[in-house]
């Protein structure tokens, strides 16, 4: 890595942020768990957690999350339904049953206590809705100039249930990919808020918890190979992610990809492309190609699972080839789908 | 060599020369400075804050039978060795970019 | 079958449906233009296979360009070199605006922005490009005040909202950005704003076409002409083409089908020998274009020799604000330093823009070059040639 100061591209879910954790993070304080790259970490604990004999150890799903989002009101949620909705899906992404969470608010000097209370209350309806409970906190004060508001951090944790082991790294030629619904929503409704873009009909954040939906696919497609939310750097790095650590190709179909017209619109207005713009409430999943009609059924009959679509399959890499993201257009070409690099500029001509 | 995207205009401010214009269900404001004549209910192009054009359905009709005749399979046109002699008539698209 | 189109005017357009029947003459007025109709995948289809066929009963090699930076992204993104026939070639020209701005000209818009006071207002596409040692973008990051706009009229509220500083607009763009430049700069003399001006590195596009044409190194047969700028000029300044050179261009919108549909009546002229400059486009071009707009900069703007990356000085190609408006010309008003021009080593962007190199034949494509660490504006510029095929690389 050769940036010698840490740049806004750095935080933007893509290629940029990947360098920043391999080169700074893993190299400082990597371990088995954190070096699988999945949302959550997963690690044992109780009798049996450091190897003894004769004991099975109970396997908890932990994952943090830190929330920084400006505005911190926006269409369809606030910084706080985020931050619950954030760290519940991260763990959930696991497989694992999400208990509880922390939560650590660092607040700005002058901070409306009105807004805090709005977030807040917002942060208990949706942790009600998870079936979560917040069991633990921290709160700081910094000067007016610092935290720009509010920052909040959360971390989450759950118990995986005996023999699930998803991880990103499951993927197998014929397995089939899967997305919950609409692309886009959450990064447009921020981003129009930002550049006062106005809708007809506005465009909402789609921040949901997904644990439950989560639950119900597992249990139509026991054997579904891993799940993650692509939130900054949007569809294209999470499949990345897939792709590099399962060692395979995966192609998905332009014409498959569920998005709503407006962000349709918004993106070509902005000259942004829809597969690189974070999501809050949309799940990826890849299933067995045998299960994949049931994971579909499942997602459709969960909330915020109505637009599911089957969008792409995996595919067997070339020999020397890189593991990479293809998508095919309506007329049989394909190209490759990268990650973003940093951040996503509006371009004009 | 620009990005125009092409809306309804569903208001307009003739004293301003400004119009509310709805491209797949985002509103913009936009300049009407370039194009003086254009009206409520109008489909415009819009590039960087200005309309630039106003956009004709009956013209977009005009490229779609282009298109059919373009694809229409007339290999007796191009130059084939052991092609048969052209017929008489030919679906030249040529008149239709002719104004 | 979807419901006639004059019905569906209110609905917002769905992508990817079918298209509508065919509306009689007398449509209702605000008929909405059939825009799916231009991604419907089987004309899509059929267009190549009618590209397909053509070029293959031509039997001979076809060079088509295009020289629009939208144009350059279009191709990539729908994935069209890879289902072209092996005799026909698609090659991106000098069509991105920023990336054809001259090293000396971004260094002049840097030293701008270290200017005391400077609020830099500017196109997203400018903000990356590397000048000799700098960009926009590390000036923001080192503290100068660089602000993305979508419209220089997001410039003139700048100003009016910050009358202690000096609001540049960067002006960088073709035909079809200029006549708003021309309508702000009159705006802002009709406010009376003191604190506004615009640093003009506007260019023309028929010069680059006849530059093209005029190079002996690269055998273009067709144009593939740029959309929105021809809705400004017309077709008239085309003419040249066919007149002096037998070179047939054809004007184009930015759907699928709009350029399959021109790869293919290019194809045709080529097969016949026929020279002649069409219009693919109607609905956004017609024959005339703007006047109202060509006006607007003519009033506003004259004619200048300019500097192109990888075209040279091409005369009478770039446009200068008249001295009538001198106090909205940064470049009259503001005495800065500018570095002395250094080129960045080993960059190809000039052979790249004007076609004689195709991206990824660049000693530097993929390696010290990608859109992560580029090395010239080609690469940067998300509407660069080497950008696009990076992007949207159709490894087989």
């Known amino acids: 890595m050769t940036d010698t100061t840490v740049l806004l591209g750095h935080g933007s879910g893509g290629q940029m942020m990947k360098r920043l954790i391999d080169e700074m993070f893993l190299e400082a304080f990597g371990n088995p768990a954190l070096n699988e790259g999945n949302d959550a970490g997963v690690a044992p604990l109780g009798a049996g957690a450091d190897g003894e004999a004769g004991s099975a150890p109970v396997r908890i799903a932990m994952s943090t999350d830190s929330f920084v989002v400006t505005p911190q009101f926006f269409p369809g949620g606030n910084i706080g339904r985020l931050a619950v909705c954030g760290t519940v899906n991260d763990v959930a992404t696991s497989g694992a049953r999400v208990r509880y969470l922390s939560c650590g608010f660092i607040l700005e000097e002058g901070y409306p206590m009105d807004k805090l209370r709005t977030i807040c209350q917002s942060m208990a309806d949706t942790a009600r809705e998870a079936g979560v409970a917040i069991i633990t906190g921290d709160t700081k004060v910094v000067e007016r100039g610092g935290a720009d508001g509010v920052y909040i951090n959360t971390a989450g944790v759950g118990e995986l249930p005996a023999g699930a082991e998803l991880s990103g790294s499951n993927c197998r030629p014929g397995d089939k990919v899967l997305v919950s619904g609409t692309l886009g929503d959450h990064g447009i409704a921020i981003m129009s808020q930002r550049e006062g873009l106005a809708f007809a009909a506005p465009i909402e954040s789609d921040a949901a918890p997904l644990n439950h939906l989560i639950a119900a696919v597992m249990e139509a497609a026991p054997h579904v190979r891993c799940f993650r939310d692509p939130t900054r750097g949007g569809l294209a790095s999470t499949l990345n992610e897939f792709a590099a650590a399962s060692n395979v190709e995966i192609e998905i179909s332009e014409e498959a990809l569920p998005v709503r017209d407006a962000v349709r619109g918004a993106c070509e207005m902005l000259g942004y492309d829809v597969l690189q713009v974070a999501n809050e409430g949309k799940m990826v999943a890849v299933v067995p190609p045998e299960e994949a009609d049931a994971a579909l059924a499942a997602m459709r009959a969960s909330r915020y699972g109505e637009n599911a679509a089957v969008i792409g399959e995996i595919l067997p890499l070339a020999e020397d080839a890189s593991p990479r993201v293809r998508v095919r257009t309506p007329w049989g070409s394909a190209r490759v789908l990268d990650m973003l690099v940093g951040e996503q500029l509006p371009r004009i001509c | ?99 | 079958m979807n419901a006639p189109a004059s019905t569906a005017a209110e609905e917002p357009l769905a992508p990817g449906t079918a298209s509508a029947s065919v509306p009689s003459p007398s449509a209702a007025p605000h008929a909405a233009p059939d825009l799916a109709a231009f991604r419907d995948p089987s004309r899509a289809r059929e267009l190549i296979a009618a590209i397909n066929r053509t070029v293959e009963a031509a039997g001979r090699p076809i060079n088509l360009m295009e020289v629009c930076g939208t144009h350059t992204v279009s191709i990539g993104r729908y994935g069209f070199r890879s289902v072209m026939p092996d005799g026909l070639k698609l090659l991106s020209g000098p069509g991105c605006p920023v990336c054809v701005t001259a090293n000396a000209d971004i260094d002049h818009a840097i030293a701008l922005a270290r200017m005391d006071g400077a609020l830099i207002a500017t196109f997203g596409d400018m903000v990356r490009v590397p000048g000799s040692t700098s960009s926009l973008a590390a000036e923001k990051a080192a503290g100068h005040d660089v602000r993305i706009v979508y419209s220089p009229l997001d410039a003139l509220d700048l100003a009016a909202e910050n009358p202690e500083r000096q609001v540049i607009f960067m002006g960088v763009g073709f035909e079809t950005t200029t006549p708003a430049i021309a309508a702000c700069i009159l705006e802002a003399e009709a406010r009376d704003l003191p604190n506004f001006s615009v640093f003009s590195a506007h260019k023309m596009t028929p010069p680059a076409l006849k530059a093209i044409a005029d190079d002996p190194e690269t055998r273009i047969d067709g144009f593939i002409l740029p959309g929105h700028v021809s809705t400004i000029t017309g077709l008239a300044p085309y003419r040249f083409l066919t007149e002096q050179y037998r070179t047939p261009g054809v004007v184009t919108g930015f759907e699928p089908v709009d350029i399959l549909a021109s790869v293919e009546w290019l194809c045709r002229m080529v097969a016949r020998g026929e020279a002649r400059i069409e219009n693919a486009y109607q609905r956004g071009v017609s024959a005339d274009g703007n006047p109202v707009a060509r006006a607007l900069v003519e009033q506003v703007f004259e004619p200048v020799d300019a500097a192109w990356r990888g075209l040279g000085t091409l005369p009478q190609s770039g446009l200068a604000i008249r001295p009538a408006f001198a106090r909205f010309d940064a470049q009259a008003r503001f005495e800065v330093p500018v570095e002395p021009t250094r080129e960045p080593a080993g960059c190809r962007c000039g052979d790249v823009l004007r076609g004689a190199l195709a991206p990824n034949r660049c000693p530097l494509f993929g390696r010290a070059c990608t859109p992560e660490h580029p090395v010239g504006p080609c690469m940067v510029s998300t509407e660069g040639s080497c950008a696009a095929y990076f992007r949207y690389r159709e490894e087989a």
């Open chain 2, 1 to 99: 060599m620009c990005l125009a995207v092409p809306g309804k205009i569903t208001a307009l401010d003739a004293d301003a020369a400004t119009a509310t214009v709805n491209m797949l269900g985002v509103e913009q404001r936009a300049s009407t400075c370039l194009i003086p004549t254009a009206q409520v209910g109008d489909y415009v192009l819009v590039h960087a804050g200005f309309g630039i054009q106003i956009v004709s359905a009956e013209e977009a009709e005009e490229t779609l039978k282009l298109v059919a005749d373009l694809t229409e399979l007339v290999e007796d046109e191009l130059p084939v060795a052991d092609s048969d002699p052209a017929p008489a008539s030919d679906p030249e698209p040529a008149a239709a970019g002719a104004r």
